[in-house]
């Protein structure tokens, strides 16, 4: 439940944002963070379907590789 | 992985240099924190000397019974849509031979329950069938808990209710080194609780108990610059707050999460299953949206419970959560309690240690 996932907003609608992390899209609300606090193209942690807080591509980038690390022990 | 492989193996070495001369018991208190801990195998590299130790990190663990019982019987009446969160499903309840012992199972007896991994969910399907009543089924700790918070205070449709099973973290933490048996000499405090909370609500571990603590990430590097900042404290004697994690953890947090919550729930005394009362550990719907609370709505039926609260026989779970116990410290690991077969809450849930220490390659007890 506390597994964030960063994800890259791709479209912006008051509250809610369209959001994507490899290839998969998902609602995402804004509402935790504030609508003014993104804009399209930012990077935001992911809590069970809200953003917890905006981040930095690079962080992003960096969350991303460590599951793939974990997601292919625990696929072994 | 690479960059964060070579950063955390810079981090290593130093560990590697500090003259740790006596056992150094350091506790998580995460769910995430120790997955990324044992699927990285971070415990099979770092000096003998230094001891990680997994604590309460995990909501669906410390669920208590009684709310789990009170949701399987109001599903089981049929007028109802209950909807939790995917781990809930499986959670086992003390019950009598040939009565219903989890979700999972009423499930299959014909009840209507659903898994959800957001809260936006329960929404949506609230507002797709307006006429029938939906039950949120929401444990969770703060990351989870202000979400929930944030649904009721945006608008939800009138036939969604919500069971709320909240936890706070930093009670729990308090309780145990306030009791004095806890074996440990440092803390890595969870990430995204404090991305939400604020990196300062852990300043009661130095201040209070002296001892060290950081704030963490879930990659190698944030975990072991953590881990290398608690143990150079407790060799320099001079435990402080350090924040690993500072891209996603303000010290202050989320204060627009913070208002929702407080908006919406107040804090109570709760309890934690295998482990009792916590003080100032729960939430409860407060104000207008009282009305939106399970409880306020459905009868709950009120049959006392042989061992309300407590673990199932044998099962090391809570000793698990309060870091007294490893979980291949359990003699039902591996043997009677396997995640394909699980006996206690620890080996079901993702965030149970055991369900991870089970992921992460360790079979049998030790």
């Known amino acids: 439940m506390c597994l964030g996932i960063p994800m890259q907003v791709v479209a912006i609608d008051g509250f809610n944002a369209e959001c994507e992390a490899r290839g998969v899209k998902r609602n995402v609300s804004l509402f935790m963070i504030g609508e003014n606090e993104v804009e399209v193209c930012d990077y935001v942690m992911v809590h069970v379907g809200y953003a917890l807080r905006k981040m930095t591509p690079e962080d992003a980038r960096l969350s991303w590789e460590l599951f793939d690390e974990i997601l292919a022990v625990a696929g072994e | ?366």
């Open chain 2, 1 to 366: 992985m690479k960059e964060d492989f070579t950063a955390a193996k810079g981090w290593l070495e130093r560990i590697g240099e500090l003259p740790i001369a006596h056992p150094v018991a350091v506790m998580n208190v995460c769910g995430g924190h120790e997955r990324s801990l044992t699927q990285l195998g971070l415990r099979g590299v770092l000096p003998p000397n230094v001891k990680l130790i997994s604590g309460p990190g995990c909501p669906v663990c410390v669920c208590p019974e009684e709310d789990l019982a009170d949701a399987i019987a109001l599903a089981l009446t049929g007028d109802v849509t209950l909807v939790a969160f995917g781990d809930m499903l499986r959670v086992p309840i003390n019950a009598a031979k040939g009565e219903v012992r989890s979700l999972a199972e009423a499930r299959a007896k014909g009840a209507d329950i659903r898994p959800i991994s957001a809260p936006q969910e329960a929404v949506a399907l609230a507002a797709s069938n307006p006429a029938r009543p939906v039950v949120f089924f929401a444990a969770g700790f703060e990351t989870t808990t202000a979400p929930v918070a944030a649904m009721l205070a945006q608008g939800v449709p009138e036939n969604l209710s919500v069971l709320l099973a909240a936890r706070l973290t930093w009670p729990a933490v308090d309780m145990l080194l306030a009791s004095g048996d806890a074996a440990l000499d440092a803390l890595i405090a969870p990430g995204h609780v404090a991305a939400v909370m604020g990196a300062s609500e852990w300043g009661f571990i130095p201040e209070r108990y002296h001892l060290p603590v950081a704030v963490a990430g879930f990659s190698a590097n944030s975990l072991l610059a953590a881990l290398y900042s608690v143990l150079r404290q407790k060799l320099a004697g001079k435990p402080f707050l350090d924040n690993c994690y500072a891209e996603l953890v303000a010290p202050e947090g989320n204060l627009r999460a913070q208002a929702l919550l407080a908006e919406v729930m107040e804090v109570t005394d709760a309890n934690w299953r295998g482990i009792g009362v916590v003080p100032r550990s729960g939430f409860a719907l407060r104000g207008e949206w009282k009305r939106f609370d399970a409880r306020a709505r459905f009868e709950f039926s009120a049959l006392p419970r042989r061992r309300a609260g407590e673990m199932p026989p044998g099962c090391d779970c809570a000793a698990v959560v309060l870091g007294k116990k490893q979980p291949d410290q359990c003699r039902l690991y591996g043997t009677a309690c396997t995640p394909q077969n699980p006996v206690g809450p620890c080996m079901v849930s993702d965030e149970g240690a055991c369900h991870i220490w089970w992921q992460g390659g360790t079979r049998a007890a030790a």
